[in-house]
DNA sequence: TAGAGCCTGGACAACGTTGTCACGTACGAG
DNA sequence: CTCGTACGTGACAACGTTGTCCAGGCTCTA
């Protein structure tokens, strides 16, 4: 006898109450045939409106709950997609993570997301999970800078957009910022409003987007025909201890920088704090925008991208994927908005 | 004959190159048997390394992935948990988020999440969507105020921890800040520095944290024997524009208030935009902390309550439901925290 | 009133996986 | 040499749903 009633007990011992009813329950409460709760459940025609009240009530009765599972065993989609991050406390993801998810459900998708704390490993380990459970679509912000793990699922079918970094070794949609424009941008800004010693506090220069805005400031100041000292970037450094002892380095010495280009939102923000307790006052650009930024004194210049828009496009690109609209992977860059506040606008304090 | 092998074909148009190898098709290539294969991959004993690396191989070859669907239908758990809130993009839920993915991860669990948008419906509609998919918990931040909807789901051993505030006619485990003692000590605060006509701005009071804290505004009020007068409590008001015109009224005619206490951090941080522009110096207490706070002029003195430790409480006691371990649902509290930082000490202007 | 056509409802297979059981082979003990 | 044992392997059913097909009853028309 393979699998009995008792070993099944057993199998459920875990749940507080027992099994769930299934359709199976539901037709032989309601009199009726398996496949007439099935039409029922989904709305299909060919039930009489009082067969339907029948299994209607006895859905009611029952508590019965669909199992999806099942569902997308049989369908083939599972109306979910999955969006890897960085950091869903991280204000940059909050607001692209709910964009993501807005779009998911104007198509009837459910969100399911993970974290990757900026490890490939990690990353990989999400991503394999989600296509484990299906999802129809991938939304993900790399860590990593190798996907050719994902190329079996992109064969599959598996719709798949990378968001504010592009994908690794294989070809995909990418959506981006102008993170080198918007970088340029603001270190021409500092340049114009007199300064030539301009420290640049990044991210590490694996990651692509703290790539794009070295290269910008790099060529903002090469455009201006300042030559750049060593002294004068920082890179790889995220933690504000780091970041505070860079921008003090930076600020001292015999050729101080007069500004600081900072590279990502969590570096401004302990670049204003060291800045606040600093004697001389020196001028500050930020890449992203944070809330607040306005009522410091003095008000936080930044380049801002847009979050939410960069979410919102790359799933919809997602979607689009899905419908098979969109054969060639392509690569959507967003402009940036330097947004002045007073901050870039300080003259150099020589 | 049943589904044809055309129609198999027509019904996966939509994936790009065709279908996804399964076992089956992994036991082939192997030359062994469809179990094998399944052995294989979940790390059973009893196979041969000679076997086991010939499977490894054609998995490999093939691009394998095993189909959680079958794997969930067959065994009855997801490894994966719901959380349902009320906006991702709110920096209060953010942190939060992530300390529920934290303690799901450490349980080998993914997690899925959805926002209500405040919106009992899509509220429903969200766990019932996540009931569908048979996640084995939910972890929820109610919208609404009644939830038997979710007996059946409870009934049939489905995990439910409420976070934040509690859950509506249905006995189950919730998570909460002590929002009335903050909203007490913040307010009691204010009166210790010689306020007395003080305003309270807060969302709507059927959401329980907003009544919670009026009830401690009101309580620290009588507690000091202060009459409250009717224009210095303004409810329901979330969105700037109606904040700032509720918080311009408090600050004119005849009586106006020398110091407001604000409901929650986006309250708070509206209110900061006001009082900037305004010219008396008027103290502000916020409830809930927020990034810069200490930055500003004068820094924001809150009371601070911890997300990611209610989010990780509310977890935790999730996966202890799930082992078993707890059986009579519990409310817990955690403390608040009261942070001095300059506006909440400033004397009042009269 | 008989036949055609429609509408409703049900039986059955299939989705891809895992639990159970049984078979066969190799090996050690008696 | 034979029996028992242990181990590697595979056949098969079952999880809960949906797609296909067929049967039976009804209505409508000639």
Redesign the pocket.
């Known amino acids: ?4 009633a008792a ?2 007990g057993d ?1 459920l011992a875990g749940s507080r109450y027992g ?2 009813p ?3 329950d539901v ?1 032989a409460r309601a ?6 709760v ?1 039409r029922v ?2 709305g299909e ?4 409106a ?2 339907e009240r029948r299994v209607q009530e006895a859905i009611e009765a029952l508590g019965f709950r ?2 999806d599972s ?2 997308v ?3 083939g989609r599972t109306a979910s997609i999955g969006l890897v991050l960085e950091d869903l406390a991280d204000p940059f993801y909050g607001p692209l993570s709910r964009a993501v998810e807005e779009v998911a459900r104007a198509h009837g998708a459910l969100l399911i997301n993970g974290s990757s704390a900026e490890d490939p490993d990690r990353e990989q380990e999400l991503v394999l999970a989600l296509c484990a459970r299906r999802v129809d679509g991938l939304v993900v912000i790399p860590a990593g800078d190798d996907h050719r793990y994902l190329e079996p699922e992109l064969r599959a079918g598996v719709a798949t957009v990378f968001v504010d970094r592009p994908a690794g070794r294989i070809d995909a949609d990418v959506v981006l910022s102008d993170n080198f424009g918007g970088a340029c941008d603001g270190v021409a800004h500092l340049i114009a409003h007199g300064h030539r010693r301009i420290g640049f506090i990044g991210d590490m220069p694996r990651i692509h987007t703290a790539a794009e805005r070295l290269r910008g400031y790099r060529t903002a100041m090469a455009d201006a025909g300042i030559p750049v000292a060593d002294s004068w970037t920082s890179l790889g450094v995220t933690d504000p201890l780091r970041v505070r002892r860079a921008a003090e380095e930076m600020l001292s010495g015999t050729e101080p920088v007069t500004a600081i280009f900072a590279g990502n939102n969590r570096v401004t923000v302990t670049v204003v704090r060291v800045l606040a307790a600093h004697s001389r006052p020196v001028a500050l650009v930020g890449f992203d925008d944070f809330e607040l930024a306005d009522l410091l004194q003095p008000g936080v210049t930044v380049v801002a991208q847009d979050a939410a828009q960069l979410g919102r496009t790359a799933a919809e690109r997602l979607f689009s994927q899905l419908d098979g609209a969109l054969v060639t992977p392509e690569r959507v860059e967003l402009p940036t908005r330097l947004i002045t506040r007073g901050s870039g606008e300080l003259p150099p304090a020589d």
Chains 1, 2 share one sequence.
């Not at 006898?1 to 009995?4: L, N, Q, S």
């Not at 025609?45 to 009489?48: D, K, N, Q, Y």
């Open positions: 006898m393979p699998e009995t070993r099944r199998r099994n769930r299934t359709m199976k037709a009199g009726v045939g398996l496949k007439t099935s459940v989904n025609p060919g039930v009489t009082d067969t669909r199992n099942a569902r065993l049989r369908k």
